[in-house]
């Protein structure tokens, strides 16, 4: 089950707490230099980062990615989902056209990174990623995103072209009063360990992405 809803509420307005640039090397040596913002009043009290990245064109939407932090993938490398390629992508493509990348602190689909090792463990049983968490007791993707919403608003974003395969975070920004210009997908990173992952992401939560690609 997801968040979606018709029309949402942002609750009162978040303000920049702090900016830094800070220049970033990836693992594959593509380097690049962004601002980070850090904020007061978030909805969920929570560390989530705006990443500032490129120089949008004047008057040109800017291209946003709402990542969930993943760090068995983004930091570790891990084959079991698809986050640490799409980070790395989404860097590269809003530095391109100018944008933001909004690094939320939502470990796990909203379950937490213990929880989530747990839910691995259900899948090598056989589960796949949404029956491993309701296995747990927990909601299958639990994330929020009125905080993205209101650091958008920030950062005067009212009007977004959004880098994701979930129709879910599309729907949640809208009912939130975020404007989705377009909806821009993510290249298709599949590997040996992650194929039921992403099969289950189409079949079960309508994610675009093309299941032709999905071998094994």
Same mark, same amino acid.
């Given at each position: ?9 942002? @609750?009162? &307005? ?9 220049? !970033?090397?990836?693992?594959?040596? #593509? ?17 989530? !980062? ?5 120089e ?5 939407? @800017? ?26 992508e ?11 990348? !909004? ?12 929880? =989530? !090792?747990?839910?691995?463990?259900l /899948? ?5 990623? #949404? /029956? &491993? ?11 929020? #995103?009125?905080?993205?919403? /209101? ?13 994701s395969?979930?129709?879910? =975070?599309?729907? /949640? ?7 989705? +210009?377009?909806?821009? @997908? ?10 039921? #992952?992403?099969? +289950? =992401? ?9 299941? +032709?690609?999905?071998?094994?």
């Amino acid at each position: 089950m997801t968040n979606t809803e018709t029309s949402r509420t942002i @609750p009162g &307005a978040a303000t920049v707490r702090s900016r830094v640039r800070i220049p !970033l090397t990836f693992g594959d040596g #593509y380097r690049v230099e962004a601002e980070v913002f850090t904020f007061h009043g978030l909805a969920d009290g929570a560390e989530h !980062l705006a990443l500032a990245l490129g120089e949008p064109a004047p008057g040109a939407v @800017p291209l946003v990615r709402l990542h969930s932090e993943c760090l068995t993938g983004d930091v570790f490398g891990s084959d079991r989902c698809d986050c640490g390629p799409q980070l790395r992508e989404s860097v590269e493509r809003i530095a391109e056209t100018g944008g933001y990348l !909004l690094y939320l602190r939502q470990e796990g689909r909203g379950i937490g990174l213990y929880n =989530k !090792l747990d839910a691995y463990a259900l /899948q090598d049983a056989g589960l796949d990623t #949404y /029956q &491993a968490n309701t296995a747990l007791g927990l909601p299958e993707d639990g994330r929020d #995103y009125t905080a993205a919403a /209101q650091m958008l608003t920030t950062l005067g974003a009212g009007a977004v072209r959004l880098l994701s395969n979930n129709p879910d =975070k599309a729907a /949640q920004l809208a009912a939130l009063g975020i404007e989705i +210009a377009e909806r821009v @997908p993510t290249g298709v990173h599949v590997s040996e360990s992650n194929v039921r #992952y992403l099969r +289950a =992401k189409v079949e079960h939560t309508g994610h675009s992405i093309p299941l +032709a690609r999905l071998v094994g």
